[in-house]
């Protein structure tokens, strides 16, 4: 069977965050990848395998294993040489780093240039080995992200960096909430800002110091190893191991600690939430002995349409009404062309007070005193409601049918019952809360009783009661799970004929 024939037969792929230690699973040059779970439509079993953390392109990095497939030698020494060579990459841009920083006592009028197609930063006594590449001088090295290009795969490390002005508000906004120390977990443009005051005369003692947690290795030719740490965020894994995770710990023991993360929109959160988890009890047990239930201060930065999912992986999570932009985003821009006239989509998501997170004044936003927090200027309070209900940035209209309010636009259907959009197809879909495989609510079809396990460690079969089942009972119920229907056999129900075309 063919691969396209098999992926016509799938039926979706789901992460499977196991509560054994993930330093067990097999490493990629990303550190430890994640188990996933294949399902299929034919009534298959499905099937558990390993792939990289950081990455959903194959491309871009193609270690895969099936989870109890044994390697041979030969194949993992190649893996242990590819990883290796890529981790060979943060060493020398630690070199980089003490060449230029250290051996030169005294940078000015000593140019440096930075290699886009090696990723590079170099001297004008290495100019000869860049000749044929593609490089440009590099001015303000305190400064990173304004000489680097960003990554734009969006499979992979898509990096968008904060606007000035979302920068300067998030820095003002950790002063006044009286932090003293911030981990950035990519956040690279807050850092450097951070570092940069810190160098300068005016910088007053005892404000903002900050360390970067990122995946970008080129960040090491511009901060120490003191300020930077090459991290993988979707498995809590750090690079260089022990020295690297060692910085970290020491940072984490400071009083006043903030953490603040932009990750990559097209991370799952449930994965990226067992990190942030990770890094809390790591601040819990240098402040609290561990005590439970502390929550280290937290900014994430999330689409608005991301909220359920956020609150279902961390419930003490709030949604605030501010609108963050990104210099280098076509639609996550308030002054770009492309950017949508409600502003960018992307918001605050922490676990303070909403009440204590002062949104700026300037900007419109506006103190809500039924709803305890600040809003954003279309955000008009509902009393039937009782709440601030607007999201996208436009402001809502109340539906007394449904006894909500929705998005402008939008009429009651009573077919759907629910508002919906002008020509849209009544009971278009199932309710997304709803097993695949069973249809019942409150699990996903991971947990689902109904299916065979295929894990190597619990190959249990179970009926719909929970009670083990055997090999013949096994055949008997994948019959009667319900298969999804292939477009012919939809059309044929619908009456429609095949029209052949020459």
């Given amino acids: 069977m063919d691969d396209q024939h098999l992926k016509a037969k799938r039926y979706g792929v789901e992460v499977f965050l196991s509560k054994e230690n993930p330093e067990l699973a097999p ?3 990303h550190g430890p990848m994640l188990l996933f779970e294949r399902f299929y439509k034919d009534g298959r079993l499905p099937r558990r395998f390993y792939a990289c953390s950081a990455s959903r392109d194959r491309k871009h990095c193609s270690f895969f294993q099936w989870e109890g497939d044994v390697l041979s030698e030969a194949r993992k020494e190649a893996h242990q040489g590819m990883i290796q060579t890529f981790r060979q990459s943060h060493n020398e841009a630690c070199l980089r780093y003490s060449s230029i920083f250290h051996e030169s006592d005294n940078l000015q009028g000593k140019k440096s240039f930075l290699c886009h197609s090696c990723g590079l930063l170099f001297q004008h006594n290495q100019k000869k080995n860049h000749l044929s590449h593609d490089y440009e001088e590099a001015v303000d090295l305190s400064k990173p992200t304004l000489i680097l290009r960003p990554k734009e795969n969006e499979k992979t490390q898509a990096q ?3 606007s000035s002005k979302t920068t300067q508000f998030l820095i003002c906004l950790l ?3 009286g932090f003293h120390n911030v981990l950035c977990v990519g956040t690279p443009r807050v850092h450097e800002e951070i570092q940069a005051s810190r160098k300068s005369d005016n910088f007053p003692s005892g404000c903002l110091d900050s360390l970067l947690l990122d995946i970008d290795f080129r960040y090491a030719q511009f901060f120490p190893p003191s300020k930077y740490c090459w991290y993988n965020m979707f498995n809590h894994f750090f690079f260089g191991k022990h020295s690297s995770r060692e910085v970290f710990n020491l940072f984490i023991r400071r009083k006043g600690v903030v953490l603040v993360m932009d990750p990559p929109f097209g991370g799952l959160i449930e994965v990226l939430s067992v990190s942030v988890k990770k890094i809390w009890d790591t601040w819990r047990q240098a402040h609290f002995d561990g005590k439970s239930g502390v929550e280290l201060p937290t900014v994430w930065i999330f689409p608005y349409f991301m909220e359920p999912h956020m609150r279902a992986a961390l419930p003490s999570f709030n949604m605030l009404d501010y609108k963050v932009d990104y210099d280098n985003h076509p639609h996550f821009n308030s002054k770009s062309q492309k950017g949508s006239k409600r502003g960018s989509p992307v918001r605050l998501f922490t676990n303070m007070k909403p009440a204590d997170v002062l949104l700026p004044s300037s900007e419109g936003y506006r103190f809500c005193k039924s709803c305890d927090r600040y809003v954003a200027p279309e955000n008009i309070h509902c009393e039937k409601c009782n709440g601030c209900m607007s999201k996208d940035g436009r402001q809502y209209v109340h539906c007394e049918i449904c006894g909500t309010c929705v998005k402008p636009g939008r009429f009651h ?3 759907c019952n629910r508002c919906e959009t002008k020509g849209h197809q009544c009971k278009r879909s ?9 249809g019942d609510f409150g699990h996903k079809r991971r947990d689902c009783l109904q299916r065979p396990d295929n894990s190597p460690r619990k190959r249990r079969k179970l009926n719909s ?7 013949n009972e096994e055949g008997k119920l994948l019959k009667k799970l319900p298969q999804r229907k292939s477009k012919t056999e939809k059309k044929k129900e619908r009456g429609e004929k095949k ?3 020459y």
């Fill in 27 to 29: 490493e990629c040059p």
């Fill in 499 to 501: 029209v052949l075309t």
């Fill in 160 to 162: 968008y960096f904060f």
């Fill in 413 to 415: 259907c009573m077919t």
């Fill in 430 to 438: 199932v309710d997304v809360g709803t097993c695949h495989i069973c």
């Fill in 175 to 177: 002063k006044e909430l």
């Fill in 465 to 471: 009661d929970g009670v083990q089942i055997n090999s």
